[in-house]
Structures are given as structure tokens and as C-alpha cells.
Nanobody, 126 residues
Framework: QVQLVESGGGLVQTGGSLRLSCAAS????????IAWFRQAPGKERAFVAA????????YYEDSVKGRITISRNNAKNTVYLQMNSLKPEDTAVYYC???????????????????WGQGTQVTVSS
């Protein structure tokens, strides 16, 4: 098992930036692919970005490409989500999630991930 804890959320104005962190503990962190999802009030949990444990491939949801970057530091057991040019529609609770094995670009559904953090709130004011 792996335990995930998100941090770095907060209130920011439109056009601002935030960096979210996902710290992991438990089994070997570098064995896991990590994704970020977000859930706005009244909406389903939606894929944002993912990074593989091998070859360090990165996948992004179309609406965040060019504004959001996912990265990982296996030595620190941490994955980051750098978010720039934030918009009010980015407001949501952001969750990190982990899965072992293969991660394909089409794996953007929440059910494909086994482990979840508790989430961190991001609010973008207009």
C-alpha cells in the first residue's frame, strides 16, 4: 500500500499560480504511477494530469495543457502539480492518486487508480 497526502492548495486570484504537492509513504513510491484529479461542487471527479513511474511520461487533460505541469521527485517521494494562469473554472478539490503497473494515456478514469489522498482545496477568485 501507499499513503498519499496533498498540500499546497489555497485561494488565488485569476492568473495566479499554485504548486500542489503529493507526498507518499508506504511501499516504494517509485513503483507507482501518480495522477491528479479534481472535483468541483456538483461535478464528477475529473482527470487533470498523470506521470508514469518508468520513462517519466506525462499526460494532461486538454484544458490544462500549457498551464499545468506535473513532475515527480522519487528521492523525496513527492509528485508536484505546478499550476499557472489559473482560472475560476480551475476551482475544485484536487486529489492525487496512485496505481501500479502500466499507465496508458487513456487511463483517465478515477476507478483505474487504487490509492487516494484526502484532497486539497484550490479556489480561484475572479
Amino acid at each position: 500500500q501507499v499513503q498519499l497526502v496533498e498540500s499546497g492548495g489555497g485561494l488565488v486570484q485569476t492568473g495566479g499560480s499554485l504548486r500542489l504537492s503529493c507526498a507518499a509513504s508506504g511501499r516504494t513510491f517509485s513503483d507507482y504511477n501518480i495522477a491528479w484529479f479534481r472535483q468541483a461542487p456538483g461535478k464528477e471527479r475529473a482527470f487533470v494530469a498523470a506521470i508514469t513511474w518508468v520513462n517519466i511520461n506525462r499526460y494532461y487533460e486538454d484544458s490544462v495543457k500549457g498551464r499545468i505541469t506535473i513532475s515527480r521527485n522519487n528521492a523525496k517521494n513527492t509528485v508536484y502539480l505546478q499550476m499557472n494562469s489559473l482560472k475560476p473554472e480551475d476551482t475544485a478539490v484536487y486529489y492525487c492518486a496512485a496505481r501500479g503497473g502500466v499507465l496508458r494515456p487513456t487511463m483517465t478514469s478515477a476507478y483505474e487508480y487504487n490509492y487516494w489522498g484526502q484532497g486539497t482545496q484550490v479556489t480561484v477568485s475572479s
